[in-house]
Nanobody, 119 residues
Framework: QVHLVESGGGLVQPGGSLRLSCAAS????????MGWYRQAPEQRELVARI??????NYADSVKGRFTISRDNAKNTVYLEMNSLKPEDAAVYYC??????????????WGQGTLVTVSS
């Protein structure tokens, strides 16, 4: 089994910053793409995603404010969020495409971490 454990959510004022972390653990041979999604009223939407080679893409709404990065040695992905807006408030979910030791390709989700942006 593979697990993702997220941390770093919380309450922040508009204009503030937060850093989310997500670590993958378990029967892992290799972690491919990792990303962050957030739960919008209608659907879960992509925030940012990064490949194992460091190629990243972002939702238009967060470009220039959020930065995704990863530490392949630690199977960990980060999301640095700056200039936060009230509309960024959501539950943020980590996602990873993992090749397990079996081997088997699986897509794994974290349990979610709440980000609240309010004065």
């Amino acid at each position: 089994q593979v697990h993702l454990v997220e941390s770093g959510g919380g309450l922040v004022q508009p204009g503030g910053s937060l850093r989310l972390s997500c670590a993958a653990s378990g029967s892992i041979f290799m972690v491919n793409a990792m990303g962050w999604y957030r739960q919008a009223p209608e659907q879960r939407e992509l925030v940012a995603r990064i490949t194992s080679r460091g190629i990243s893409n972002y939702a238009d709404s967060v470009k220039g404010r959020f930065t995704i990065s990863r530490d392949n040695a630690k199977n960990t992905v980060y999301l640095e969020m700056n200039s936060l807006k009230p509309e960024d408030a959501a539950v943020y979910y980590c996602n990873a495409d993992v090749l397990t030791m079996e081997p088997r390709s699986v897509q794994v989700w974290g349990q979610g971490t709440l980000v609240t942006v309010s004065s």
